[in-house]
């Protein structure tokens, strides 16, 4: 982190963290790109004197530049890079006591929906479902044995927003601690623990390593006390990433502002593409005025992403055949990379979910707006809305 302290670092801009935080020039070599540090372990100078990394699965350098990264972009004191987004989560979870709820955010990505329900809760974690819009009802029907509240803001697939200030307000008086998965926002949009969140998750896979390349995860923390725990968690379970992975996400985050600006546009150029469009019955998209939680997202975030979901009024069937015909959005699961995306969700990322409070409409249209040119992406998709959508 060179020789700035703290306070220092973070009175810098946003790129310039992401291109330099964590990542000053190698000490032995000059290296400018961090180094990929293979050795799974590390000489000692005696017993127990260590320069700083032990083993790797502890500890190790290429991981260790990316966590202190996406701390800093997330404004957080501690950093810890996952596997997965999934892994991230289950070791989130691994904070609770059994017999502590989750109270889940009634839209999220299917995996994590199955993680809580069908993993967690039959060792004893309960959860319910909860619409995280209506704050009076959060706070007058609070189960009494609530230990995490866990949302997504904008949410997947449905690009729901959350008061993430108004929901951590409520959850702290009763003792509960609050998860913002921030993976459709990316730090560069919103920083939850600015808001009064505690815990911030990320699937790396998405907008921080970007370029569809890489299966991550990641957990931002403040709290010193917190952090003990997760490490110990991240070392004991061990579900980490590899080194090479490591710097996947570490080179792709440094664009992250300059992709994120282009995703925004893009996504707006799509969505006054769906808005005019007759094929289509409701865009979902946080900078419309009429979007559940529009207040909130323009409160929170710097832009409104690059995500963007509609429905097609002919239903289903019309739904799938869109999602089949388009050339420049690819047909696939994931999102947040370089290239476009299109799926449909009921069938593809949130097939989990069907028949629980977190099912999705069964013709909504999920598009991950890539960083092409903005013309070509409105041709592609109007063409397929007007051959199939109907
Ligand atoms: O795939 P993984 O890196 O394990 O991350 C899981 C995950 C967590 N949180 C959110 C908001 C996500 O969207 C995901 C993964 N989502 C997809 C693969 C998808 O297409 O929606």
């Known amino acids: 982190m060179g020789d700035l302290d703290d306070e220092q670092q973070r009175e810098r801009g946003f790129s310039t963290r992401a291109i330099h935080d964590g990542q000053a020039p190698d000490p032995t070599t000059g290296a400018v790109v961090t180094p990929i540090s293979l050795s799974t372990t590390f000489a000692q100078d005696g017993v127990g004197q260590h320069r700083g990394f032990e083993y790797s699965r502890s500890g190790n350098p290429t991981r260790h530049a990316l966590e202190a990264q996406v701390a800093s972009l997330e404004q957080a004191r501690h950093g810890l890079a996952f596997a997965s987004g999934l892994a991230a989560e289950d070791t989130i979870i691994r904070l609770l006591r059994p017999g502590q709820r989750i109270l889940l955010g009634n839209d999220a990505y299917g995996g994590t929906f199955r993680l809580i329900a069908n993993v967690w809760s039959p060792l004893g974690y309960p959860w319910s479902a909860v619409d995280l819009t209506d704050l009076d009802a959060l706070a007058n029907d609070w189960p009494d044995d609530v230990g995490m509240v866990w949302l997504e803001t904008p949410t997947n697939p449905l690009l729901t927003c959350f008061d993430i200030e108004a929901i951590a307000a409520i959850a702290h008086e009763r003792d509960a601690i609050v998860v913002v998965d921030n993976t459709f926002a990316t730090p560069f949009l919103q920083q939850p623990l600015i808001q009064g969140a505690d815990v911030v998750v990320h699937s790396a896979t998405k907008y921080l390593g970007g370029h569809s390349d890489v299966v991550g995860g990641f957990v931002a923390v403040d709290d010193d006390a917190l952090e003990e725990r997760l490490r110990f968690h991240q070392n004991a379970a061990g579900a980490v990433p590899a080194p090479f992975d490591c710097y996947l996400v570490l080179r792709g985050v440094k664009t992250l502002a300059v992709r994120m600006d282009r995703h925004c546009e893009n996504a707006r150029a799509i969505v006054d593409l769906l808005v005019g469009h007759p094929a289509v019955d409701r865009v979902l998209y946080p900078q419309l005025p009429d979007h559940p939680g529009h207040k909130a997202a323009a409160k929170q975030m710097r832009d409104f992403g690059g995500m963007v979901s509609f429905t097609v009024r002919a239903g289903r069937d019309a739904a799938m055949r869109v999602a089949a015909s388009t050339s420049v959005f690819t047909l696939a699961e994931s999102l947040g ?23 999705v409409p069964d013709d909504l249209i999920r598009l991950s707006v890539g960083i092409e040119d903005a013309a070509d992406l409105v041709t592609d998709l109007g063409d397929a809305l007007d051959r199939a959508g109907r």
């Not at 990379?337 to 099912?359: D, K, Q």
């Open 337 to 359: 990379a370089v290239e476009s995306l299109i799926e449909h969700p009921g069938a593809m990322t949130h097939a989990s979910a069907s028949g629980s409070p977190l099912e």
